[in-house]
């Protein structure tokens, strides 16, 4: 059993590194620390980053967990004894990464995923946001999987995951601390789903709504409330098909609180949006009437 602590980091392959870093600081409003002729880095609160962009495939590269210091070692060899194939980090990935050492392995979605401990944080310096879209924090990572109860069988199998809620068979929500989820799998051949940050206030919510609307950004969902982790939301399409989303007021479970994960139903206009529960029910359109 491994034990995850936090989220580090997301690596994202682009074709055209400047529209996605222009995008994820006029847009998403995240800091750019650094940038230079093949990646760009940023920051959303005291991680050094979080989201890194290289030049390449455009497709998620690796998403990254924290692990105790002094951790890595017995994770790799517990992961290798279940026959998990293991990638020693180098120096120059580390340095690239800006942690002190990382272990990677795929998941089955045949996602590439990192263990990392002595990841750079910034602890006392403010971060610098391109734009008040009110980010408060990394919040979870939606990684996809073409068996979602595989691949729920597999993070709870090895890590100190525990399911919070399931969506019919299309996603499963876990969580390590006590956020409602900081992992969530959906249902998709391999990749990510989406990036998920966490904002002050519903009002932040809406006026990025209204950003985004005035900027012509595909808005995927929302604003709604997730009846999941009672988070209100705003998904949004970024170049190359990246998927953001903004959320406040994620639910958190305290440790020993015997939450049991609730399966809600994909049949139901309310599965994920809560504010959708008005159209159960809700008859013939009344638009389409006939008269
Ligand atoms: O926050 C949630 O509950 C949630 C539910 C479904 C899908 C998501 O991406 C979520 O963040
Ligand atoms: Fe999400």
């Not at 994820?24 to 050094?48: C, W």
């Not at 990464?97 to 590439?112: A, L, P």
Request: net charge negative.
């Amino acid at each position: 059993m491994i034990t995850l602590t936090d989220l580090a980091y997301v690596r994202i392959g682009t074709q055209d590194l400047d529209t996605q870093a222009e995008f994820a600081q006029r847009i998403v409003g995240l800091e750019l620390v650094e940038k230079t002729a093949d990646t760009a880095y940023f920051r959303a609160d005291n991680r050094r980053h979080c989201v890194q962009f290289v030049t390449g495939e455009p497709r998620s590269l690796s998403s990254a967990f924290t692990v105790a210091d002094g951790d890595l070692p017995a994770a790799a060899d517990y992961l290798t004894g279940q026959g998990i194939e293991v990638h020693q980090g180098t120096a120059d990935e580390c340095a690239e990464r800006h942690v002190k050492e990382f272990i990677s392995f795929r998941d089955t979605g045949n996602n590439v995923v990192e263990l990392v401990s002595g990841q750079t944080h910034y602890e006392s310096r403010p971060v610098r946001f391109a734009r008040p879209a009110g980010i408060t924090e990394f919040g979870h990572l939606g990684l996809e999987a073409p068996d979602v109860v595989e691949a729920q069988k597999f993070w709870c199998g090895h890590f100190n995951i525990q399911v919070s809620d399931w969506i019919g068979t299309k996603a499963c929500l876990m969580r390590f601390d006590p956020v409602h989820h900081k992992l969530a799998v959906f249902d998709d051949n391999t990749g990510l789903g989406h990036v998920n940050f966490q904002v002050e206030s519903i009002d932040d919510i809406m006026r990025n709504y209204h950003f985004l609307q005035y900027h012509g950004v595909e808005i995927v969902m929302g604003p709604g409330r997730h009846p999941q982790s009672t988070a209100v939301f705003l998904y949004f399409h970024g170049p190359e098909d990246v998927t953001w989303e903004y959320s406040f007021g994620v639910r958190r479970i305290p440790e020993d609180s015997g939450w049991v994960p609730r399966h809600f139903d994909v049949s139901q206009p309310d599965f994920i949006d809560m504010w959708k529960g008005g159209l159960a029910g809700a008859g013939p359109k009344w638009s389409e009437r006939t008269l």
